[in-house]
């Protein structure tokens, strides 16, 4: 009678185990760390208990994936600005580096003959995407009957390729200039010094930035030896007799390359990241 009473209590243990499982196995499949979530956030395929006891998905399910719009992260599509990853915008994109240049290179057989303002702008783009600033966003300091330099240009500070701050704000720049120290800080965009027999820079502006009516070469779209515009010289301090100033400095012959030549030019612009 007592050994089937042992039996007995043998076979209630054994099914006691079966039914219970081995604690040290269910752990693993308890943990967060062996659940699986789906992609989008939906339901685990291994549901969890949440803290308070109840059935939930793993923590991961709020994940979103980074650059998805629908989530609040990534870059926002306006070109200007960033948003961070709870949806919240951080601003316009901030120009790094380089945001002043002289052109390394003259209009060529179009003399002053830019197409008009934009066509001066693509002129500025141009230059800063060969040199790998094609980010920032590039205006050509001209002005036109309908708008003048310094309001086309942003707000600044502006820094050259040197790192050198050429000017705080428009305000500092039309009451100090583009060179406060030497060496001077006029240099194109490879970082090379405007050459001398170059140094006429076309703006059509007065030195307080505003337009000087009848000195743009019809708004930058004649190549004319009819037409005339207004310069400044860019190698200031390095030629202080006949560089009186980096943005109005005297006009030219006409508004072609040849006689723009002759005056001690090659149809140069001076361009800012705005």
Do not use: K
């Amino acid at each position: 009678m007592a050994r089937i009473d042992h039996l007995h209590i043998a076979f209630a243990s054994t099914l006691l185990t079966f039914a219970c499982g081995d604690s040290g196995d269910d752990q693993g499949d308890t943990g967060t760390g062996n659940n699986t979530s789906s992609s989008d956030g939906a339901d685990d395929i291994n549901p969890t208990l949440d803290d308070g006891g109840t059935l939930g998905t793993s923590s991961g399910s709020a994940d979103t994936v980074p650059g998805d719009s629908s989530s609040g992260g990534g870059d926002s599509s306006d070109g200007g600005s960033a948003s961070s990853g709870d949806g919240s915008s951080t601003g316009p994109v901030v120009c790094e580096g380089m945001s002043f240049f002289a052109t390394s290179s003259g209009s060529g057989r179009l003399g002053a003959n830019f197409g008009g303002l934009a066509g001066a702008d693509a002129t500025c783009q141009a230059h800063a995407e060969a040199v790998g600033q094609g980010a920032c966003t590039w205006h050509a300091y001209l002005s036109t009957a309908a708008e003048n330099a310094r309001d086309r240009i942003g707000p600044g500070p502006w820094f050259n390729a040197m790192g050198d701050m050429i000017a705080a704000d428009v305000d500092a720049l039309h009451a100090d200039g583009v060179s406060n120290g030497d060496p001077q800080h006029v240099f194109d965009e490879n970082g090379v010094e405007v050459p001398n027999n170059e140094h006429d820079i076309l703006t059509g502006s007065q030195e307080d930035g505003t337009v000087l009516d009848g000195f743009t070469c019809e708004d930058w779209t004649s190549d004319s030896d009819a037409d005339t515009a207004q310069v400044g010289h860019s190698d200031i301090p390095n030629n202080p007799q006949s560089s009186r100033s980096w943005n109005s400095a005297h006009e030219t012959r006409g508004c072609n390359q040849d006689e723009l030549q002759t005056t001690g030019g090659s149809g140069r612009i001076y361009c800012f990241a705005i």
